[in-house]
């Protein structure tokens, strides 16, 4: 005889095989879920920890205005109103306290309950654990929870200067009333620094630059409270107070100053470089004023000095040196150069001494 479907027995049989099944498989796949929440979990401690520290480095004035306190405390939901942190596939709430140690540096625990997108739940530590007689964070002043505006700087030049260089605050981005002080902060590049590098001093409202080369600088303010504003605008300051040497006068034919030449020849200045740079003037007065690193120099300027100094870019010149020209050139070779050089410029027409 056929039969159809399966017996009362057999479905009890299916049933629990399936039974047994899942009674194996439903506590491997919760484990497999609470590992890896507990990873994310960990992952988001690791972030939520650099975020506390950020936190205490913006608004470290609310820890160094109270020297006599052991204890602090920050609301979790502190860190996302500052955008310190994201919360994405986990959500928290509950507190961070910052605690000092023997050595007076801040040991962070962390009081949070957390779920995570499957709606698994996390607790580092209970909330009614939360230690009490510590202080708020965030919460004492209106200015703790704001960032402060960066303030605006002048005095910076782009060209060369042989002098120091004064850098002032233009706005101070806050209610000057407010100012406890300025940081600055100095570097020979041009990247602006972030938030939390080391200042390199502190001011009232104005900083000398006195350092060779250039100098990239950025100011910003910290209020009575201890919050800090971002970085400024840069300001570039040049400075070279270097007065360059004499330069050199080097005949291309090797004859000294005075000496006969029977060619037209050239002459080539050079000398040691400043930062700046350097620029040589020649002509046939003390106080040349044509520019040129090479001349050539023909019979017509026979018998006259020709006087060579060099100037940095910051203005500051060297004294003068002479070369006095004694030429005689044949006729057949009185238009011609043995020393060719496309660089070289003529003598300017100008008066002798």
């Not at 806050?174 to 080391?198: A, C, L, M, Q, W």
Request: hydrophobic residues 30%; negative net charge.
């Amino acid at each position: 005889m056929n039969r159809k479907g399966f017996t009362l027995i057999e479905m009890l049989v299916v049933i629990v095989l399936m039974g047994v099944i899942m009674t194996l498989a439903i506590p491997s796949v919760m484990r497999i879920m609470e590992t890896k929440s507990s990873q994310e979990m960990d992952t988001h401690l690791k972030l939520l920890e650099q975020a506390a520290n950020m936190y205490k480095s913006r608004y470290r004035g609310e820890f160094t205005n109270n020297p006599d306190a052991n204890c602090f405390i920050l609301d979790y939901q502190m860190l996302i109103e500052e955008e310190l942190i994201e919360e994405q596939d986990i959500n928290c709430t509950g507190y961070i306290t910052f605690t000092k140690n023997a050595k007076k540096n801040y040991i962070k625990n962390y009081y949070l309950n957390c779920n995570d997108k499957n709606n698994v739940e996390f607790s580092k530590y209970e909330l009614s654990d939360v230690p009490t007689g510590c202080v708020r964070l965030g919460e004492d002043t209106e200015i703790g929870i704001v960032v402060i505006d960066a303030p605006t700087i002048k005095g910076g030049n782009k060209n060369w200067v042989p002098t120091d260089v004064e850098i002032s605050v233009e706005n101070s981005g806050i209610d000057i009333s407010n100012v406890k002080h300025y940081e600055y902060y100095k570097s020979s590049s041009g990247t602006k620094p972030s938030r939390f590098v080391t200042p390199s001093g502190t001011t009232s409202n104005t900083v000398t630059i006195s350092d060779a080369g250039t100098t990239y600088i950025w100011y910003r303010v910290v209020d009575k409270t201890g919050n800090v504003s971002g970085w400024s605008n840069r300001e570039i300051v040049n400075i070279d107070k270097e007065t360059p040497p004499v330069p050199t006068i080097t005949p291309s034919d090797g004859i000294a100053s005075g000496n006969l030449h029977t060619n037209n020849f050239i002459l080539t200045f050079g000398g040691s470089d400043n930062i700046s740079g350097n620029t040589y003037y020649y002509g046939l007065t003390t106080d040349p004023t044509e520019v040129a690193t090479a001349i050539e120099v023909t019979p017509e300027y026979n018998g006259k000095r020709i006087y060579v100094k060099s100037c940095s870019g910051a203005i500051l010149c060297s004294d003068t040196k002479s070369y006095v020209v004694n030429i005689e050139v044949p006729q057949d070779n009185n238009n011609s150069n043995n020393n060719d050089d496309s660089d070289a410029h003529t003598l300017p027409d100008m008066p002798s001494e």
